[in-house]
């Protein structure tokens, strides 16, 4: 039997001592009078994580200073703000930069360089004096929210590495003397040249001479509920590879039959390069026995013009890169074995680096001119939002479909497929009626409209078509039949079990609208997507975290801290 020991605290100081900080992602007191069971911190920590994952997916840009012609920071703001980029990454604490920042809301992550990192990890002052000067001074002013320590500095420099960990704590200390460690959070970008065996995905591990370095900044991440940060480069990893992979696969354009990427290991399909390499990632983190850290991509894109033996350097593949590459991170979902970690990217980059060395690609990556224009086209501002359905088209079950094939279709759409299902889950609008045809319908016309426009297709295995009738008429909820408008006379909904009130468009409340049906959005594209259909926590129980279940996980943690009283 376990036995336990009564805190000597009321539950008023409980609460501002334990649960609070835990909240905010401070260090809990582990010295205080009040102590808690494990149990509730490992609630506190799932409830964070979806805290995290609620927030969904967002795509940001990298502002590089190797411009011959930058424009002032105020142009470059203004740019930033006309074409709607809400996340922005520095390669240094440039003053001019965060001054024009201020009160605009754009998220901001600042840079420590390569040539800083030395410094700050041999001397706390030096630390100290680097967050008074280009993070406390700015916040809360500007929006800053993460500390980037150097750039690839294992690989770069790798003579800093046994104290590129000693710099991200000294830092966090600063932070935490100048109370800001619960907003602005500490990593360090990483390139995927540590990763010695990148693919498959499954096998990935980093380069184990550097596995005491990257043991100890990982258990730094998990200590401060911070992120890993890659580079990951899908182009360097076509060109490298010399035709092993198809340029397709590079481009998260569809792959054919006969070319389907495939971990032998977990039987994953990897319909991007890009995918591939956030998993490596994260298999790479789990060899070293950690979890739960999140994969942000601080660097990634595609040159638009390279010399003569850089075929692949070209507008067109610069521009399917990163246009594909937004729709993929705004659908939500994270990579095979992480479908419930969305992938927050940063576009390299905003601007040409005519001064970088190295050759034309290396000076090519821009996706701005410094007169604002756009190298070529680009959705950027497209970033709060998917795309509506400009076809028509909806995708559904073919009616009479095999029972186990459509069960097959309905399970990869939902995993493998990053369809939004929560919609199709008991008590959710679209759960009703619940047939298997129904819920597969609803998935499968999901992923269409979030992929089609980089290759997915209404197939399933030969279980599904198109059609032009908005499914919306074709779907009932518990409450009313979808597609039924509110009786004139009554003001009720009718054909329902039971009557109620009607929304705008005269749907009744309840009813059950297909993902690019212009019923549901006036038009205007889709609707929000929910987390994807597994939580790496919670495991096949907890397929996703529904509101109900984290109300139940506060609950819970409160009645366990009566419990204990």
């Known amino acids: 039997m376990l036995s336990y020991t009564r805190p000597s605290c009321s539950s008023r100081s409980f609460f501002h001592a334990m649960f ?105 002052s030096v630390a100290a004096a680097w967050v008074n000067r280009n993070v406390a001074a700015y916040v809360p002013e500007v929006n800053i929210s993460a500390i980037a320590v150097g750039s690839e500095v294992l690989t770069r420099i790798p003579h800093a590495a046994p104290i590129l960990v000693s710099a991200m704590n000294n830092l966090h200390k600063a932070l935490v003397a100048s109370n800001l460690n619960f907003k602005v959070k500490i990593s360090t970008p990483h390139s995927m040249d540590l990763i010695s065996r990148p693919f498959p995905p499954s096998t990935a591990i980093f380069d184990s001479s550097w596995n005491s370095t990257m043991y100890q900044a990982l258990q730094f991440l998990k200590n401060t509920n911070s992120f890993f940060m890659l580079n990951a480069y899908p182009y360097y990893g076509y060109t490298k590879e010399d035709g092993i992979f198809p340029l397709e696969y590079a481009l998260f354009q569809p792959l054919s039959s006969v070319k389907q990427i495939v971990d032998p290991n977990t039987l994953y399909h990897y319909d991007s390069m890009f995918d591939a390499m956030v998993d490596a990632a994260y298999y790479s983190i789990a060899a070293l026995n950690f979890s739960g850290i999140p994969v942000v991509v601080t660097e990634t894109g595609w040159p638009w013009s390279g010399g003569p033996n850089e075929p692949a350097a070209t507008v067109k593949n610069a521009e399917t890169y990163n246009n594909n590459l937004i729709m ?15 992938i927050n990217t940063y576009i390299f980059e905003f601007f040409n680096e005519d001064q970088r060395r190295g050759p034309v690609s290396a000076k090519s990556w821009g996706v701005f001119f410094t007169n604002g224009s756009t190298v070529y086209s680009l959705s950027l501002a497209a970033s709060n939002r998917l795309p509506g359905n400009s076809t028509g088209l909806f995708c559904i079950a073919k009616e009479g479909a095999d029972p186990d094939r459509l069960r097959k279709g309905l399970d990869w759409a939902c995993g493998e497929g990053h369809a939004n299902c929560l919609p199709i889950q008991e008590g959710k609008p679209c759960y009703y009626p619940d047939t298997l045809e129904k819920h597969a319908s609803y998935a499968y016309n999901d992923y269409y409209q979030r992929m089609r426009n980089v290759g997915g297709t209404c197939d399933f295995d030969g279980t599904a078509t198109t059609t032009t009738s908005d499914p919306i008429m074709r779907v009932t909820s518990a409450f009313a039949v979808v597609g039924t408008y509110h009786n004139k006379d009554s003001e ?47 495991g096949s129980w907890g397929s996703m975290l529904y509101p109900e279940i984290r109300d139940l996980i506060i609950f819970m943690g409160i009645a366990l801290h009566w419990f204990w009283l």
Not at 76 to 91: D, S
């Open 492 to 538: 009720e909904c009718v054909g329902g079990m039971i009557p109620v009130a009607c929304t705008v468009n005269g749907l009744c409340n309840g009813s059950c609208v297909f993902t690019g049906s212009d019923i549901a959005t006036d038009g205007k594209g889709f609707p929000p997507t929910a987390l994807g259909p597994v939580s790496p926590l919670l």
């Open 20 to 124: 609070i900080p835990a909240l905010l992602g401070a260090h809990p007191p582990w010295g205080a009078p009040c102590t808690l069971h494990p149990l509730f911190y490992s609630l506190l920590l799932i409830f964070k994580l979806d805290a995290y994952l609620s927030v969904g997916a967002f795509i940001g840009i990298d502002v590089g200073t190797g411009v011959s012609n930058m424009p002032p920071a105020s142009e470059v703001v203004a740019i930033l703000k006309a074409n709607q980029i809400t996340h922005v990454r520095l390669f240094d604490a440039d003053a001019h930069m965060l001054n024009a920042l201020a009160n605009t809301s754009i998220e901001v992550m600042v840079g420590v360089t390569n040539q800083e990192v030395l410094g700050i990890g041999q001397s706390p």
């Open 328 to 342: 993929r991170v705004l659908n939500n979902s994270g990579p095979p074995s992480q479908p419930s970690m969305p």
